[in-house]
């Protein structure tokens, strides 16, 4: 079955089904490892803490998946959805700023495992140009449109400080890569069609600060 889609449906997926979609794949990556053959929308909601109604709909986005009564076909439904994720080929990435976070995601084993090969990386640093880092050689960053094009690097993972960032950015997007991950914490400015995720770590400790702060607070503490 050809779940492809075409520029209109994709326009209709919002951001948090494909989040979804991410939770399913993990959740029957699970269910293949304790050795289940079928798994019903209930059991996949339930792992999830979503409604079986929740599950059948974002799932429906994509085209027709299991029997009705039966459930759906672990591997296949597995297999299908990292069809739907773009996992199921090899990603050429490359990674720009090898400090203390780039060094961590070199050596994040589960890139590998979903598809995402890191088989560049540069730095400004001179003592780490030319360096062999995890197995691959430390680029100057001088030459970063040049080696992006050559390796036909598909996505980047810029993790930069922010005063830099967009300098940088600028150059992969005249390399004529589509896919940009940023750890830097700054608002990029790229085309329309290129795409950028942002990873700010602060801001995601912020949101467990505040539900910390909320959770613990006296009741009625801010009212007026």
């Given at each position: 079955m050809?779940i492809?889609?075409?520029p ?38 339930r792992?999830?803490?979503l ?43 490359a ?23 890191i ?41 930069v ?34 795409h950028v ?28």
């Amino acid at each position: 079955m050809d779940i492809s889609l075409g520029p209109t449906a994709r326009k209709r997926i919002s951001e948090s089904t494909i989040h979804r979609i991410s939770l399913y794949y993990r959740a029957l990556s699970f269910l293949e490892k304790e050795n289940f053959e079928t798994v019903s929308s209930k059991e996949l909601a339930r792992r999830e803490k979503l409604t079986p109604a929740q599950v059948r709909k974002d799932l429906s986005f994509f085209g027709s998946f299991g029997t009705r009564g039966l459930g759906y076909p672990v591997a296949e439904l597995k297999a299908k959805v990292s069809k739907i994720l773009g996992i199921d080929r090899v990603w050429r990435v490359a990674l720009v700023g090898v400090g203390n976070i780039g060094s961590a995601l070199v050596s994040y084993k589960e890139f590998i495992k979903q598809g995402f090969h890191i088989v560049k990386l540069f730095d400004n640093d001179q003592r780490k140009i030319g360096s062999n880092h995890k197995g691959i050689i430390v680029s100057d960053i001088k030459n970063l449109r040049t080696e992006l094009q050559e390796g036909h690097i598909e996505m980047v993972v810029v993790a930069v400080p922010a005063t830099v960032a967009q300098y940088i950015v600028d150059d992969i997007v005249k390399a004529d890569v589509k896919a940009i991950l940023n750890f830097a914490p700054i608002n990029l400015k790229v085309p329309p069609d290129v795409h950028v995720r942002n990873e700010n770590m602060a801001m995601e400790l912020e949101y467990l600060s505040f539900a910390m702060v909320n959770d613990h607070a006296p009741k009625g503490a801010g009212k007026v």
